[in-house]
């Protein structure tokens, strides 16, 4: 595609609600990001893919969520028994080599 | 552990001015430096990366950035800016090290905003 596409782009969720957000990469990128934008803050890392495999997770906050990336190409983040702390923009970047691109992101408020 | 700092959360300036965007950086191994700008409700773009060689790196829309390994600073840069460069602007850092991930694990500053006025 023509770039890093990411959806839905604004989420409203109720406290406890479960939430999956949706991140198609630019075709034939290996390497696939996850982060975290909280409000007036710059971008933090949650996890990596390399196709299909997760390889880093490091920067996930806690075990309500995990992203799955099964086919190698799109990928989703879930967010269990959502928080009003996990009201933040999530963005998805995807690289080939050299560069990485990133989607315009999901705003996810939690009420 | 790697860490950034923008050294001012907003810059107000006059359209036709130059510009610097302060960034400084922790690291106790070499680092690739970026800057990444985001317009409201875009995604980040890229401006320019240093990775190695010249320290005087050349990005787009005529900015231009410096790498200071002793004073670990990476500064971004524009002689004259113009209204549409209004936006918020991030430095982040990564590990050239870490293989596959050097170009997207990254540590990103707090961001400054950059407000150029007529």
């Known amino acids: 595609g023509a770039g890093v596409s990411q959806s839905p782009r604004y989420k409203v969720a109720k406290r406890g609600q479960d939430v999956a957000l949706r991140c198609d990469p630019i075709?034939?990128?290996?390497?696939l990001f996850w982060y975290q934008q909280a409000l007036g803050q710059g971008p933090e890392f949650l996890t990596y893919?390399?196709?299909?495999?997760?390889?880093?997770k490091s920067g996930l906050p806690s075990d309500r969520f995990f992203a799955e990336r099964p086919e190698g190409s799109v990928s989703t983040l879930k967010i269990q028994r959502t928080q009003q702390e996990d009201s933040a923009v999530y963005l998805c970047?995807?690289?080939?080599?050299?560069?990485?691109?990133f989607g315009q992101g999901t705003r996810l408020t939690v009420v | 552990a790697q860490s950034v700092t923008q050294l001012d959360s907003q810059v107000p300036v006059f359209e036709e001015a130059p510009v610097e965007l302060r960034c400084n950086y922790s690291?106790?191994?070499?680092?690739?430096l970026f800057w990444y700008v985001q317009y409201p409700n875009q995604g980040l773009q890229l401006l320019l990366k240093?990775?190695?060689?010249?320290?005087l790196v050349k990005g787009i829309n005529g900015f231009e950035a410096e790498f200071n390994k002793s004073q670990t600073s990476f500064h971004l840069r524009k002689p004259s800016v113009h209204i549409s460069d209004t936006a918020e602007y991030f430095c982040?850092?990564?590990?050239?090290?870490?293989?596959?991930?050097?170009?997207?694990?990254?540590?990103f500053g707090q961001g400054t905003i950059l407000t150029v006025h007529p």
């Open positions: 893919f390399q196709n299909e495999a997760q390889l880093d």
């Open positions: 075709s034939g990128h290996v390497s």
């Open positions: 240093y990775l190695s060689g010249s320290t």
């Open positions: 982040a850092v990564s590990d050239p090290s870490s293989g596959g991930t050097s170009y997207g694990k990254l540590t």
């Open positions: 970047a995807s690289s080939l080599i050299r560069e990485a691109f």
């Open positions: 690291s106790s191994v070499s680092v690739y």
